[in-house]
């Protein structure tokens, strides 16, 4: 048996975000870019208004952000 077999995954270390916040963020990130598809509200907007609307305390924010600026400027490209 190795060292790791059987014991617990370790938590992140403090102000690391874990997996479970960056898939979160992934789903509110395409959220948020379908509502920019069919409502044409600016980006900003729509990032602000999830901040609002969510509970984005189990979320990587700056992921959240990446994800749905950087697919939202890169749009053409990836079409």
Do not use: C, W
Not at 22 to 44: C, D, E, N, P
């Amino acid at each position: 048996m190795s060292e790791t077999e059987g014991t617990s995954p370790q938590p992140a270390p403090s102000g690391q975000p874990k997996a479970g916040d960056r898939r979160r963020a992934r789903a509110l990130a395409m959220q948020g870019l379908y509502q920019r598809h069919f409502s044409k509200t600016a980006i900003s907007d729509i990032e602000a208004e999830f901040m609002v609307d969510n509970d984005m305390s189990k979320v990587d924010l700056l992921y959240f952000r990446d994800l749905l600026r950087g697919v939202h400027r890169e749009q053409g490209e990836l079409d």
